[in-house]
């Protein structure tokens, strides 16, 4: 099995059983809880089967996202999605002793909940409202035996205008606000219960939740000549951020449970007016022939949830550089930063571990771990292109106070230590990683509070010597291999 560096939340057996790779190795249990993307709904292999009892017992197909992530790292995996829970549902499975007994053996946990929440009372009013129409429209169409051809005619097309009209004019109006305001309320509510209940009964197991994707994020479409205006995308955006905006700010600092971020999703689906296809999350609309409301991701889709879990967890695609030596002290460390895309290789694929870092590249790194850590907070700016010195320069005004007038100049390490001092003290980390190590200290430091800062905190290293004592030698240049280090001693130990 490859070597994969995991995330410092991760327990330290699995973490030795990972890296060791043996082919005995010891199953850890994987609970997967949630509705029906976490029970892979639509991909090959899911359908319903009689249970033992005569009930229906759903498979759980190999290409969901808890499959996926059970098969790579090792789990044996008890998936206790249901297609069709919200909230509520869950809640009243957690009653069960099944559902106690698993999540209390469990080492990892994943929560995908929450989105039938609004779209269960949205579908429940929609067919109360247009069924009679629909069943009405289809009735019809039977009766008259109307060809394809005539089906797709002027008129026909019309009709479906209008159909989809009627339906957007209904969910974004105030009567739906009504149901959709109280049952975001709800969410709150139950989504409180449900973590709290879980964390009563395993205070100590890895909990991932996933948070909401905008499956409908395309359908906000204004074709003024034939009279359509869609703007259900938008109606639910609102709603999903106010859900996401919740279990975020109730995260604690990954106290309670880390958030996969999957809101991304909504990036993949296009709109083409002639035909949409292959859209990986969420609906699509051909005009020319039928509408997809289906919400759910596809096999692709399921790939990417697996994928995004994963880094949550702190699991990291290996990335291998020809210039840097198996098991040389800096191995692990620069494949943990290079696989988080803090730092990257030459245009030739090396890593370059012995080369100087300039300040532009230093705070270029530090602003994509800091757009990571708190991208509501970090604005967007550039770090590839003509005009990647734009992140750079925004994190030199902000940590520095732009003290630093020429950004390509090689960095010193004391220089390092004042920018990753200031950066850490911005992002608030420091006040939970507080676990002071005994330091060895620095023969040739005495009072600058930023190196010592780090090496109490962080654990930055120096340069042993014979006599025993250890220099920072902060007047040097700093190489890249050197960075990596720090980064890797920053973020392992800022979480743990």
């Not at 057996?13 to 043996?22: F, P, Q, V």
């Not at 994943?110 to 409202?129: C, F, Q, R, W």
């Not at 620095?442 to 120096?462: A, Q």
Request: hydrophobic letters at 45%; aromatic letters at 8%; one cysteine or more.
């Amino acid at each position: 099995m490859k070597r994969r560096i995991l995330s410092f939340a991760m327990v330290l057996c699995l973490m030795l059983t990972l890296l060791c790779g043996s082919a005995g190795a010891e199953q850890y249990d994987y609970v997967a809880l949630g509705d029906s993307i976490a029970a892979g709904y639509g991909l090959e292999g899911f359908g319903a089967v009689a249970g033992e009892s005569g009930e229906l017992v759903f498979t759980v197909p190999d290409g969901c996202f808890p499959s996926i992530i059970a098969g790579e790292l090792g789990y044996k995996l008890a998936n206790l999605a249901v297609s069709g829970d919200d909230t509520a549902a869950l809640l009243e499975r957690m009653e069960t002793e099944q559902y106690s007994r698993s999540v209390k053996a469990a080492e990892l946990i994943t929560l995908t909940i929450g989105s039938n929440d609004i779209l269960v009372p949205v579908m429940e009013k929609l067919a109360e409202k247009y069924m009679p129409v629909i069943m009405e429209r289809l009735l019809q169409t039977e009766a008259d035996e109307k060809t394809e051809q005539e089906i797709q005619s002027a008129d026909s097309v019309q009709q479906l205008f209008e159909v989809i009209q009627g339906l957007n004019d209904y969910l974004c109006s105030d009567e739906m606000a009504q149901v959709l305001d109280a049952q975001v309320e709800q969410f709150k509510v139950n989504w409180n219960t449900i973590i709290d209940t879980l964390r009563a009964w395993n205070p100590d197991a890895v909990l991932i939740v996933t948070n909401y994707y905008n499956p409908y994020a395309m359908m906000n479409l204004n074709i003024g000549y034939i009279g359509l205006n869609l703007n259900i995308g938008n109606m639910a955006q609102r709603y999903l951020d106010q859900m996401n905006a919740y279990i975020t700010e109730n995260e604690r600092n990954g106290e309670l449970y880390t958030v996969a971020d999957v809101t991304e999703t909504s990036t993949n689906v296009k709109l083409d007016m002639a035909a949409l296809s292959g859209a990986m999350f969420g609906a699509e609309v051909d005009l020319t022939n039928a509408i997809n409301l289906d919400p759910h991701p596809d096999a692709a889709g399921h790939v990417y949830f697996a994928e995004q879990i994963k880094a949550a967890l702190g699991v990291m695609p290996a990335i291998v550089f020809p210039d840097v030596q198996a098991g040389i002290w800096y191995e692990d460390p620069v494949s943990f930063v290079a696989g988080r895309g803090l730092i990257v290789g030459d245009e030739a694929g090396r890593f370059n571990p012995d080369a100087p870092m300039t300040l532009a590249q230093y705070m270029t790194v530090l602003y994509r771990y800091a757009r990571a850590a708190a991208p509501t907070v970090i604005p967007e700016k550039a770090t590839t292109g003509e005009n990647w010195k734009e992140a750079a320069e925004y994190m030199n005004a902000i940590l520095m106070d732009g003290c630093y007038e020429n950004l390509s100049d090689n960095m010193s390490r004391y220089q390092m230590a004042d920018i990753t001092a200031a950066a850490m003290k911005l992002l608030e980390t420091a006040g939970k990683t507080m676990n002071t190590r005994e330091t060895h200290g620095f023969s040739d430091v005495t009072d600058n509070e930023n190196v010592l800062f780090l090496e109490s905190i962080y654990g930055i290293d120096g340069y042993a010597q014979k006599d025993g004592t250890y220099t920072f030698e902060g007047e040097n240049s700093i190489k890249r291999a050197e960075v990596a280090k720090v980064l890797f001693n920053i973020i392992t130990k800022s979480a743990a």
